[in-house]
């Protein structure tokens, strides 16, 4: 390629239509000038892949959209899955190349591990960098635009969403929302409880009776719902009228044994709990239950109707 520098060429070598008054001479556009334009834009056709073709008006223009990958004002839009996007770009690209970059627009959220497959050329890896600058799987959403980058092994995703790096204790990052059933079972270590969710799950897993004045053997029956018989059951007396130091709305948690002398004596019996799958139960005492007296510290049996009686059972 060079400048102009035919008869009539200027000085900095560029054109004139001359001045035959003024006697300056025209430029004379000569054959070698013309064929190294010709060629300059042919080597542009040919790196491009692009075969000549006479009264094609826009080969130089496909050739550098080829070339560079230019998109017409607007992204591409994939195709297929979560999982398994495609896309299908215009013109087409003959194979992969590093360096290799396209505006993409996401047509779903992202799936697990998702992979881009460029004009059927087989698919690749989609990936993001994470906090710590490890490439991870690609996090993006419905109708989000990105460009993706083919850096010869995987495509990666250079505008991913704020923050979608999984955290772990050793990398900064998000974590997605846990639904209830992760908080239940307890066994997903990416995703975050919410106060609300661990308070539903409290709930969830602590059930008690209806508050029931105390009658001498009388049974409780607690239906749990747990599927599983119950870690522990709990034991809780509310009063009604003063007695043994106590005040009404006062509760105490009692023990199974319920008495100070472990049931032996014949002035005090223990109360007994016992669980299955479906329900808990509460036998109480047929003789008055012992508790601690709290003015003065001493074992003092209670007076039945003075108290309500609560079966509690935790999952």
Do not use: C
């Not at 040919?46 to 004002?73: E, F, I, R």
């Not at 992204?75 to 993409?104: C, E, K, M």
């Amino acid at each position: 390629m060079h400048r102009i520098d035919g008869p009539g060429a200027t000085v900095d070598n560029k054109f004139t239509e001359g001045d035959p008054v003024g006697g300056i001479q025209a430029t004379v556009v000569t054959d070698d000038w013309l064929n190294d334009i010709q060629e300059e834009v042919m080597s542009v056709l040919s790196a491009g892949g692009v075969t000549p073709v006479k009264g094609t008006q826009d080969q130089l223009l496909q050739s550098l959209y080829k070339l560079l990958q230019v998109q017409k004002a607007t992204a591409f839009i994939a195709a297929g899955t979560a999982t398994a996007l495609t896309l299908t770009p215009s013109p087409a690209i003959s194979a992969y190349a590093a360096n290799q970059r396209f505006t993409v627009k996401f047509p779903v959220n992202s799936g697990l591990n998702p992979t881009l497959n460029v004009s059927a050329k087989g698919a690749k890896n989609l990936k993001q960098y994470d906090a710590s600058g490890a490439k991870v799987a690609a996090a993006f959403a419905a109708d989000q635009v990105g460009d993706v980058f083919y850096d010869g092994t995987d495509f990666v995703l250079l505008d991913p969403l704020r923050g979608n790096s999984q955290a772990t204790e050793a990398v900064l990052g998000s974590v997605k929302i846990a639904t209830q059933t992760q908080v239940n079972t307890g066994t997903d270590d990416t995703a975050a409880i919410t106060p609300l969710k661990l308070a539903t799950l409290r709930a969830a897993s602590t059930i008690a009776s209806s508050p029931a004045t105390m009658t001498a053997a009388g049974l409780i029956t607690l239906p749990h719902g747990f599927g599983t018989v119950p870690s522990s059951l709990v034991i809780e007396i509310i009063n009604l009228v003063a007695d043994v130091g106590y005040v009404p709305g006062e509760i105490v948690e009692i023990s199974a044994s319920g008495s100070g002398d472990g049931g032996t004596s014949s002035v005090s019996s223990p109360n007994a709990t016992w669980k299955d799958a479906t329900n808990a139960y509460l036998r109480v005492a047929a003789l008055p239950t012992n508790i601690t007296n709290k003015t003065n510290g001493i074992q003092s049996a209670i007076t039945f109707a003075r108290w309500q009686i609560v079966l509690r059972a935790i999952k």
